[in-house]
């Protein structure tokens, strides 16, 4: 039997928040489990967090701010920790969505180099993913963000056409 992972329900419950359009209520309940578990917490706890509280920014330079905590505590996520909350989980199918978001934070401050490059890498990744809507969902937003950095300079972009 599985002791329950509190941090991961109070996250869990953010998540709701934000899901119905309390984004004020999500941010400061993302906020306030941050401060719990921000210095030393669990990785996954981390990773899922800033990964969720990246969506609530206004600015980009914040939005991209929380998605490089989300890429940086994945680093540190086992296998082993991602199962723990699912069994179905890989901590390699976490990279294409965290890198696509970092591709897209570059890209609305114009760092079209660093865009990119974490857009090679969420497709490096894309073998991670599951045939199934999020998978789905990933890719094709993974070919739309291709499709606009070709059409602002199709002379940089042409492998992201054959992956």
Not at 78 to 98: E, M, N, W
Not at 111 to 119: F, G, K, P, S, W
Not at 127 to 134: I, K, Q
Not at 138 to 153: M, N, P, T, V, Y
Request: contains cysteine.
């Amino acid at each position: 039997m599985t002791t329950e992972d509190k941090t991961m329900k109070r996250i869990e419950e953010a998540m709701l928040l934000q899901h119905t359009g309390d984004l004020d209520g999500a941010r400061q309940r993302f906020t306030e489990i941050w401060e719990d578990i921000a210095s030393d917490g669990d990785p996954f706890h981390r990773c899922v967090l800033a990964h969720y509280m990246a969506d609530l920014q206004q600015d980009p330079q914040d939005e991209l701010a929380w998605d490089l905590r989300a890429l940086d505590a994945a680093a540190s996520v086992t296998d082993d920790r991602a199962k723990q909350h699912d069994s179905s989980l890989a901590i390699r199918g976490f990279y294409p969505s965290l890198h696509l978001n970092l591709a897209a934070d570059f890209h609305k401050l114009g760092d079209t180099t660093q865009a990119r490059t974490h857009l090679a890498q969420a497709q490096e990744h894309l073998d991670a993913l599951n045939d199934d809507g999020y998978g789905q969902g990933i890719r094709s937003a993974i070919q739309r963000l291709a499709g606009q950095l070709a059409e602002e300079d199709p002379t940089t972009l042409k492998s992201a056409d054959t992956k």
